[in-house]
């Protein structure tokens, strides 16, 4: 596997809305670049992605990786890699479905990707229907912790009369 750096990436800022577009095109399943985990913590924020349940690793220039409800990337936080989606061409914007990450966002937001498939409010996995999240590549974390929240809800059920 080639993992290519974050240089095939650059930021475009108008109006302050920061993209990360792609300098060259990828075909789907390739990678793009790695995701940075030398600055890992405990504790989200807006330049952070979720690696595991209690990890987020800060992200550099993948920050300005934006949400969209039909993403063009995944973020893969077993292997810490970001890979097309779908062919991706150069000059593209790059996104990704926040949720595949994020259990309970830090800052949640409305959603204006325009998608047939659009969430509306992006505030995590935690807070959307199975339904919703089926249709989207969910990192193992988010997958063990949607498990976990699904168990809890059957102990508190009642019992069958």
């Keep these: ?10 930021i475009k800022t108008e109006n302050k809305f920061r ?10 399943g390739e ?3 790695a995701i940075p985990s030398e600055n890992v913590t405990g504790k989200p924020n807006r330049f952070t992605v979720q690696i595991a349940r209690n990890l987020h690793t800060h992200v550099g220039k993948l920050a300005a990786l934006n949400h969209s409800c039909d993403p063009n990337v995944v973020l893969d936080t077993d292997d810490m890699r970001m890979i097309a ?3 991706i061409a150069k ?13 309970e966002m830090d800052a949640p937001f409305i959603c204006l990707c325009g998608s ?21 590549y969910l990192n193992p974390h988010i997958r063990d ?7 809890d809800t059957r102990k508190n059920l009642p019992a069958a009369q």
Excluded at 91 to 103: D, I, K, V
Excluded at 145 to 151: D, K, P, Q, W
């Design 85 to 87: 989606r779908r062919d």
């Design 31 to 33: 990678t793009l670049c």
């Design 1 to 10: 596997m080639t993992v290519t750096t974050a240089t095939a990436l650059t």
């Design 91 to 103: 000059g593209e914007e790059l996104s990704f479905f926040y949720p595949s990450t994020e259990w």
């Design 116 to 136: 047939a498939n659009c969430i509306h409010v992006v505030a995590g996995a935690r807070f959307l229907p199975l339904s919703t999240l089926e249709r989207h």
């Design 145 to 151: 912790l949607m498990i976990e929240l699904l168990n």
């Design 19 to 28: 993209t990360l577009v792609s300098r060259r095109a990828y075909l789907a």
